[in-house]
């Protein structure tokens, strides 16, 4: 347990994924209405939400993701396209417990935003949620649950602490090409693979990673 938190107070440091959110922060240009389609069809259950899933390279929907929310944790599954075949993507949870302290949120798309990573009233979080390697014709599907008080692998902060208001935000990260001899760690770990992997985040290798789609699930408004 010591060293579990060991390495998540040294990935807390350097190993954010800062790339997500330089991309996000762009987003922040981009009209309300042409992001109208991301919010929650009217009548749709409170519990439970659909979002797409939203390339980073050009900002275009790939696919699609649902948020299963209950009082001890949430549930999602994601269904996605072009990604490149062959190569190691993981699903990250980016969580902010308490959104209504968010003051960088980007208009049409989240509550929180970029600096809100920062922002310790946020309670934000970051932790693992599951790993593929991805199928012929780019496609890839995960399933993933995470309990609240779970903080196994986390990046930064207190892992899920209100399942009902939290905004969560699904990452999907490629860590380029299999890696044999590194594929058990490619598929649990934030750098493994990665020529610059952040110390204490997995064994380095040579592949360029990156964060290459996201999907954004705010919580549901009253009224």
């Not at 994924?17 to 409170?46: C, D, H, I, Q």
């Not at 899920?160 to 490619?186: F, N, T, W, Y």
Request: proline share 7%; hydrophobic share 40%; with cysteine.
């Amino acid at each position: 347990m010591a060293t579990r938190q060991a390495v998540s107070r040294r990935a807390a440091d350097g190993a954010r994924p800062r790339k997500l959110w330089e991309k996000l922060g762009t987003l922040a240009a981009v009209s309300v209405t042409a992001l109208a389609f991301l919010v929650t069809p009217a009548g749709a259950a409170a519990d439970r939400s659909t979002r797409p899933v939203i390339g980073l390279a050009d900002f275009g929907v790939v696919g699609s993701s649902t948020l299963l929310r209950r009082d001890r944790g949430v549930s999602a599954t994601l269904q996605t396209t072009a990604l490149t075949a062959g190569h190691v993507v993981t699903l990250w949870w980016v969580v902010f417990n308490n959104p209504a302290a968010c003051v960088h949120g980007i208009p049409g798309l989240s509550l929180c935003g970029p600096l809100d990573e920062q922002n310790a009233a946020a309670l934000p979080s970051i932790l693992p949620a599951a790993g593929r390697i991805v199928g012929e014709g780019g496609r890839a599907h995960y399933g993933a649950h995470l309990e609240v008080g779970d903080t196994s692998g986390a990046l930064l902060g207190p892992g899920l602490v209100d399942a009902q208001q939290a905004e969560i935000i699904l990452v999907l990260r490629s860590h380029g090409p299999k890696i044999p001899e590194l594929l058990r760690e490619m598929l649990r770990t934030f750098g493994a693979g990665c020529k610059d992997a952040p110390p204490g985040t997995g064994t380095p290798g040579p592949n360029e990673c990156r964060e290459v789609q996201v999907s954004v699930h705010s919580p549901a408004e009253e009224g």
